[in-house]
């Protein structure tokens, strides 16, 4: 029986990070869970492809923009299941037994991990506490908490759209109360609030939901994330 797995990652210029959280992916190799791996690359000029080379992944290119590059690493994934993972997230030890879990009993149900962010403070524990207090209430977590998803649902649902930002929110709207938390940990980068501020960047960000939920174009929403005003 072949492992259930496609796991599809977005990249660009993600060199950096991108070690880390390919590192933590070791656990489900050892647990034979990982089918595959998919970096679907955005035009990185760095040394993002060659990681993804090294690792073993097949490398999908094509234009820059989360919702295109998620929905092309998903429509070549093989696996019954995928699990889309943020370039700058690492899973949190113990995440197999997590997905195992989820697998086994939540077949019609999609997934997301708690998240945490690598950085020390109460902001960090504010910002992500804030996080997954809205991915409960409302059903909307982030990318970067991770979406585990079965291929029949994620097909079923029409997949990520071609859209530049919020792809995941439109994702999870789309999925309505078919969205679980999993008993595991996603810890992501904390560098655009440590840049930005806490509290500035985590209201910049609530902005751009409230935005995009009233109807605002993503397009337009993604150039003011590009300038640093939300996202």
């Not at 992916?25 to 955005?42: C, F, K, Q, T, Y």
């Not at 939540?106 to 996080?131: E, H, K, M, N, T």
């Amino acid at each position: 029986m072949r492992a259930p797995v496609s796991i599809v990652i977005p990249t660009l210029n993600a060199a950096e990070s991108l070690p880390a959280t390919l590192g933590c992916l070791g656990e489900g190799l050892e647990a034979g869970l990982i089918r595959e791996l998919i970096l679907s690359d955005g035009g990185s000029s760095d040394g993002t492809t060659g990681l993804g080379d090294a690792a073993g992944a097949l490398v999908v290119s094509g234009p820059a923009g989360r919702g295109g590059q998620l929905r092309r690493g998903a429509d070549q994934a093989e696996g019954d299941w995928l699990l889309f993972l943020h370039a700058d997230t690492c899973l949190g030890d113990g995440w197999t037994a997590a997905l195992l879990a989820h697998l086994r009993d939540r077949d019609g149900q999609a997934g997301y991990f708690r998240l945490g962010f690598r950085a020390s403070g109460l902001a960090p524990r504010i910002v992500a506490g804030w996080a997954n207090w809205r991915s409960r209430a409302f059903g909307l977590p982030y990318g970067d908490q991770g979406l585990l998803i079965s291929r029949s649902l994620y097909d079923s649902v029409g997949g990520f759209p071609d859209i530049p930002l919020m792809e995941d929110v439109a994702l999870a709207q789309k999925l309505g109360g078919r969205l679980v938390a999993l008993d595991a940990r996603a810890w992501t980068s904390a560098e655009r609030y440590q840049r930005d501020g806490w509290l500035r960047r985590g209201g910049r960000n609530l902005v751009t939901l409230t935005r995009y939920l009233l109807g605002a174009d993503p397009a337009r929403l993604r150039r003011g994330y590009e300038r640093g005003g939300g996202g």
